[in-house]
């Protein structure tokens, strides 16, 4: 049987970080920048299209300045909710703006090798590992491509990282890995065929695609390009804003939403003018940028802010939020990756981010670490109990049960205890053991995060992929990767 997938729904706690004039006003402010200052789109396709659909278009600097009735018109053809689909339906995600669910981290290009702890460069195997890994973690809604595959060639590496997730898992796929028209056009056949076919990957898309914007006010080319062609296979598609305070954004946190919200909200705007209704999403990880260094942090209050300031702004705009969080600048799982960890995922959870990335990575979203991974997840489980809330009705008053125990009497006996005993929260990881145990065994919450990655890869396999369709998948790669060479040599 598949593995059961977590995720956070109906929740009982909410946070509203921008007030509804506060968030008109960036809106408004995002309408002027795009409209006075433009966005850049290096790419002729897209500066065809928008010509087309009446901005003003500068072919040199390749800069795109669009009125904002034509962004807010292309926008509200967006549909609000819809499913990401799944190998196995019952691990399908819908999001319909009540179920928050978690993802792996991608996609680095380094790893702590699970066996021997050294840290190496990712490779294909990795991929294929860490799928297998979150398979069979109930906490793991769907999969982002978590690693780089750099042992396979760069104009198709994005394939063989989604096929080597297919045969490690029965969920939802995201990659952030595909940036170039004729990639798309073979992950979009590799696509039909798991799904079963054109039609069907349509109802239940099994692969959703994120593209990240080029910022400050830029988008890729060929991310650009990629995202029509999967668009009109009908396959979900985000783009990400990673502006930082004091380098690809304004010190101030505002000014920074804005930059972010304009490249994101052009580009959105221009694959809804093109294919009118398909899903499209939202998708941020803001940070500010290191005081002394000027380097991406991966974490503090800012990162927090924006969790929830951009649920708000993805509301507004009534589209799904892919909202990046984890993702800690600690180099170890520590006091550090555990605080910064908590505080985003809250931050983002409570807000009612739809898809909350991150779970898995070091060093600013560079390293891969299966225990932090399990120890994020661990972090979920604690958001997930408490956006439940408390409920109150006869049952839970346990007046009876009061009655029964009595004054100096003890719960432990009660029926009413063996009955709701196991709705309280246990612990993977958390060390409650007495002291004098702890002294002894010298082991902590690392080493048993580890130890469970070790048993899931060991011990968890999913429903393979059919033989002739793993095998059909490989044929489009290879296809591509012959064109590719055949382009190359002439």
Not at 385 to 399: H, Q, R, S
């Given at each position: 049987m598949p593995?059961a997938?977590k995720s956070?729904t109906?929740?009982k706690?909410s946070?509203?970080?921008?007030?509804?004039?506060e968030v008109l006003?960036i809106?408004?402010a995002?309408?002027h920048?795009?409209e006075s200052?433009?966005?850049?789109?290096?790419?002729?396709?897209?500066l065809?299209?928008?010509?087309?659909?009446?901005?003003?278009?500068?072919?040199g600097?390749q800069i795109?300045k669009v009125?904002?009735?034509?962004?807010e018109?292309?926008?509200?053809?967006a549909?609000?909710a819809?499913?990401l689909?799944?190998r196995?339906?019952e691990?399908?995600?819908?999001?319909?703006?009540?179920?928050?669910f978690?993802?792996?981290?991608?996609?680095?290009v380094?790893?702590?090798?699970i066996n021997t702890?050294?840290?190496?460069?990712?490779?294909l195997?990795d991929?294929a590992d860490i799928?297998?890994?979150a398979?069979?973690?109930?906490?793991?809604?769907?999969?982002?491509?978590?690693?780089?595959?750099?042992?396979?060639?760069?104009?198709?590496?994005g394939?063989h990282?989604i096929?080597?997730v297919?045969q490690?898992?029965?969920?939802?796929?995201?990659?952030?890995s595909?940036?170039?028209?004729a990639?798309a056009?073979v992950?979009?056949?590799?696509a039909?065929?798991?799904?079963?076919s054109?039609?069907?990957?349509?109802?239940?898309?099994?692969?959703s695609?994120?593209?990240?914007?080029a910022s400050?006010?830029?988008?890729?080319?060929?991310s650009i390009?990629?995202?029509?062609?999967?668009?009109?296979a009908?396959?979900p598609?985000?783009f990400?804003t990673?502006?930082?305070?004091?380098?690809?954004?304004p010190a101030?946190?505002?000014?920074?939403?804005?930059v972010g919200?304009a490249?994101?909200l052009?580009?959105?705007?221009?694959?809804?003018l093109?294919?009118p209704?398909?899903?499209?999403?939202?998708?941020?990880?803001q940070?500010a940028?290191?005081l002394?260094?000027?380097?991406?942090t991966?974490?503090?209050?800012?990162?927090?802010?924006?969790?929830a300031?951009t649920?708000?702004l993805a509301?507004?705009y009534?589209v799904p939020l892919s909202?990046?969080?984890?993702?800690?600048?600690?180099?170890?799982?520590?006091w550090?990756?555990?605080l910064?960890?908590?505080l985003?995922?809250?931050m983002?959870?409570?807000?009612?981010?739809?898809?909350?990335?991150?779970?898995?990575?070091?060093?600013g979203?560079?390293i891969?670490?299966?225990a932090?991974?399990m120890?994020d997840?661990?972090?979920?489980s604690?958001?997930?109990?408490?956006?439940?809330?408390i409920?109150?009705n006869?049952?839970t008053?346990?007046?009876?049960?009061?009655?029964?125990?009595?004054?100096?009497?003890?719960?432990?006996?009660?029926a009413?205890t063996?009955?709701?005993?196991?709705?309280l929260?246990?612990?993977?990881f958390?060390?409650?053991?007495p002291?004098?145990?702890?002294?002894?065994?010298?082991d902590d919450a690392?080493?048993?995060?580890?130890?469970?990655?070790r048993q899931?890869?060991?011990n968890?396999?999913?429903?393979?992929?059919?033989?002739?369709?793993?095998a059909?998948l490989?044929?489009?790669?290879l296809?591509l990767?012959?064109?590719?060479?055949?382009?190359?040599r002439?």
């Amino acid at each position: 049987m598949p593995k059961a997938i977590k995720s956070i729904t109906n929740p009982k706690l909410s946070i509203n970080i921008l007030s509804d004039e506060e968030v008109l006003q960036i809106h408004q402010a995002t309408l002027h920048t795009i409209e006075s200052v433009g966005v850049r789109f290096p790419s002729q396709k897209a500066l065809s299209l928008w010509r087309e659909f009446g901005a003003q278009v500068d072919p040199g600097t390749q800069i795109v300045k669009v009125n904002s009735d034509i962004i807010e018109s292309a926008l509200k053809n967006a549909p609000p909710a819809y499913v990401l689909g799944a190998r196995t339906r019952e691990q399908a995600c819908p999001l319909d703006g009540n179920h928050v669910f978690l993802a792996t981290d991608g996609c680095g290009v380094e790893v702590i090798d699970i066996n021997t702890g050294k840290r190496r460069p990712s490779c294909l195997q990795d991929v294929a590992d860490i799928a297998r890994v979150a398979d069979g973690t109930e906490e793991i809604g769907f999969h982002w491509v978590a690693l780089s595959a750099q042992d396979k060639p760069a104009e198709t590496r994005g394939l063989h990282e989604i096929r080597a997730v297919w045969q490690n898992s029965t969920k939802h796929i995201q990659t952030e890995s595909i940036y170039s028209e004729a990639e798309a056009h073979v992950a979009v056949e590799m696509a039909s065929a798991v799904a079963g076919s054109a039609q069907a990957l349509r109802e239940q898309p099994v692969l959703s695609i994120m593209q990240c914007t080029a910022s400050p006010l830029g988008q890729d080319g060929g991310s650009i390009e990629a995202a029509l062609i999967a668009a009109e296979a009908g396959i979900p598609i985000g783009f990400m804003t990673m502006t930082a305070n004091l380098t690809t954004g304004p010190a101030t946190l505002a000014g920074n939403l804005v930059v972010g919200n304009a490249e994101v909200l052009t580009a959105l705007a221009l694959i809804q003018l093109a294919y009118p209704g398909v899903p499209i999403f939202y998708a941020a990880a803001q940070t500010a940028s290191d005081l002394r260094t000027g380097a991406y942090t991966g974490g503090g209050p800012e990162d927090f802010l924006y969790g929830a300031a951009t649920n708000r702004l993805a509301n507004f705009y009534n589209v799904p939020l892919s909202m990046g969080a984890f993702a800690t600048g600690a180099k170890e799982p520590n006091w550090q990756a555990g605080l910064e960890n908590s505080l985003s995922a809250f931050m983002a959870c409570v807000s009612m981010s739809d898809m909350l990335l991150g779970a898995g990575f070091l060093h600013g979203s560079r390293i891969w670490s299966y225990a932090q991974m399990m120890l994020d997840c661990e972090i979920f489980s604690i958001i997930h109990k408490m956006m439940a809330g408390i409920e109150v009705n006869d049952e839970t008053l346990a007046l009876d049960t009061i009655a029964s125990a009595g004054p100096g009497g003890n719960f432990l006996t009660q029926a009413h205890t063996l009955k709701h005993m196991r709705e309280l929260f246990l612990p993977k990881f958390m060390d409650r053991r007495p002291y004098n145990t702890w002294e002894e065994k010298g082991d902590d919450a690392r080493t048993w995060a580890l130890d469970r990655a070790r048993q899931t890869l060991e011990n968890h396999f999913p429903e393979p992929l059919d033989p002739k369709l793993d095998a059909a998948l490989e044929e489009m790669i290879l296809g591509l990767e012959g064109n590719t060479e055949h382009t190359q040599r002439a």
